[in-house]
């Protein structure tokens, strides 16, 4: 079944203290979803599980990423991430600011047949 993409938003999250990839990756999530609504599920009374979740993370290190941990701040849909080699590390005095990307699609089957409600 081919899909459409709904939605597109960018996050940015970082961790200060501690290196921690997980972390700054998924305060990159929620930056993003900061920026988004979903009001179509309502107003045309769609179960949320028709929504795939694309969630891609970049960070310096990508293999360090729980994914798993990421996956799980997902609130909604079924969801799928990837995470790419991008964001920085940025040295500062004896330790090492991460700062985390993050791009999270959501995608809904072709939708035919239905108009918005008043």
């Not at 309502?42 to 929504?51: F, K, S, W, Y």
């Not at 941990?69 to 991008?86: C, D, I, S, W």
Request: no cysteine; aromatic share 4%; hydrophobic share 45%.
């Amino acid at each position: 079944m081919s899909e459409q993409r709904l939605i597109i938003e960018m996050g940015m999250g970082n961790d200060l203290h501690g290196m921690d990839y997980t972390k700054a990756a998924k305060r990159a999530i929620e930056d993003a979803f900061r920026h988004s609504s979903l009001p179509i599920f309502g107003v045309v009374e769609m179960p949320h599980e028709m929504m795939r979740v694309q969630v891609t993370v970049a960070v310096q290190e990508p293999d360090l990423l729980d994914l798993a941990a990421l996956r799980a701040t997902l609130p909604r849909g079924r969801a799928e991430v990837t995470a790419v080699h991008g964001g920085l590390n940025v040295p500062s005095g004896d330790e090492t600011i991460v700062i985390a990307q993050a791009s999270v699609e959501a995608f809904l089957p072709k939708q035919s047949g239905w108009s918005l409600k008043d």
